[in-house]
């Protein structure tokens, strides 16, 4: 599990009179009895067996803090999310921050892929600027898989010593990124929204906190890899271009490829609308009176070929599903247009429309909050607004010809 030199365990066999001792207090069922005591991958190091051990045979031995040594480590690696061949486009964009970030500091940046028969995945990676692609391809990781996922991206920052690690805050991304943190003894930033890097290669992870009435700055300062899950649709994708850097690839033991998860079968989930890929957004809020209002929005929708979306209020009313709803419980949203219907603009709704190309917002307060993140504004009743809006493109007419 730990690649060459770094920490492991290790029992001395002058010592260790196989009393078993070790065996029954391991939470991980790491250590098996042959004809001396074999320590197996699963071993975390959480040194219960040290404790355990009579004789004092268990130590752990190796460079346990080559994770301080920040000098080793440098650049950044993204962790590229696929499924059936497809690349998830959230991938393409931690490549774009990826490469801004290892520019700053003159480095490398790369990504990891894991899967199966995913050679020309990994060349079409190449060519967004990438120095290298990790490419570890086998049949046992055809299907997400926690245990030999993580032990890829723990094998993959053992050899490739990368400074910075970006995974997607997808639901993949979510779980795989807090194991590989633990199994890599270094810290995680959740759900971040802006990244940026200091002079001394030290990575700033933004994210709102306390209710998004703050934007919090975490760096971890002692350990290597910086690891940090990265919100879908906040930062701007990479653009092709010429390739230049290599493929890699990247084998796993057996052991490392083992999981106790079965794939009996992968069935087709019911294709949903969703406000992630939206162009067009009308976003509802308290403004609305009833519950039938929001067809005037549906309306309004249906003229600029959008979707409809809310604040959280409508969510917790039942007026809009869950997945409609924008901000930092909900969703982040990066529409070209979006039209704010009879919403105040409170932080932890913007946090979900900072990305958004053109914000018009509609609302009878003229200090609304919203008129400031806002691009054009409409002060003024919506109920009044909107049919006028309707009736104007109605004729063919533009919003912008109001
Ligand atoms: C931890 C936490 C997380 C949260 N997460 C989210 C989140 O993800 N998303 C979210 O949206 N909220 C979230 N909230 C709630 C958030 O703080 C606000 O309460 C919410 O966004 C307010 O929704 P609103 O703008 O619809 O309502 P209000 O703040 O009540 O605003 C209604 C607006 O409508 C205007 N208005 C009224 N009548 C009309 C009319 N006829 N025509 C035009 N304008 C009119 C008013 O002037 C007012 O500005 C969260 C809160 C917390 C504490």
Known sequence: MWGDGLAHL?????????????????PFDALKMEKEIIVGDDCRLCRICIKECPQGAIAIRGRLEDRGNRSLYQGVMVVAEEFAGTIHPVTYELIGKGSQLAAASGQ????????????????????YGLDWVYLCDHPALAHFRIEPY??????AVDRAKPSTVLV?????????????????????????????????????QIRPAFGGNIMAQIV???????????????????????????VIPLRLTETQLASS???????????????????????????????????????LAHSLGGQIASTRPLVEMGWVEHNRQIGLSGRTVRPQLLIACGISGAVQFAAGIS??????????????PI???????????????IPRLLTHLGKGGRINAL
């Open 220 to 246: 971890t300062r002692h350990h290597r890899p910086q690891m940090a899950t990265v919100r879908y649709r906040v930062m701007d994708p990479a653009k092709a271009g010429p390739s230049r850097g290599r």
């Open 150 to 155: 993580t032990a890829c991206l723990a094998a």
């Open 10 to 26: 290790t029992i001395d066999r002058n010592r260790c009179n196989r009393c078993g001792l070790c065996l029954a207090a391991c």
């Open 261 to 299: 998860i079965q794939v009996l079968e992968v069935l087709p989930k019911a294709q949903e609308e969703s406000i992630t890929d939206a162009k067009v957004i009308i976003a509802g809020g308290r403004g609305l009176k009833r519950k039938q209002d929001m067809d005037l929005l549906r309306a």
């Open 168 to 204: 997607g805050a997808t639901p993949i991304g979510r779980s795989l990124a807090p194991r590989a943190a633990v199994r890599l003894r270094t810290g995680l930033t959740a759900d971040c929204t802006m990244l940026e890097v200091r002079p001394d290669g030290e990575l700033v």
């Open 371 to 385: 008129f400031d993140v806002a691009h054009y504004g409409f002060v003024g009743d919506l109920y009044e607004i």
């Open 108 to 127: 490398e940046v790369g990504c990891l892929l894991m899967g199966h028969n995913l050679r020309s995945q990994a060349e079409e990676l190449l060519t």
């Open 355 to 368: 990305s958004c190309e053109t914000i018009i917002a509609i609302n009878k307060d003229r200090r609304a």
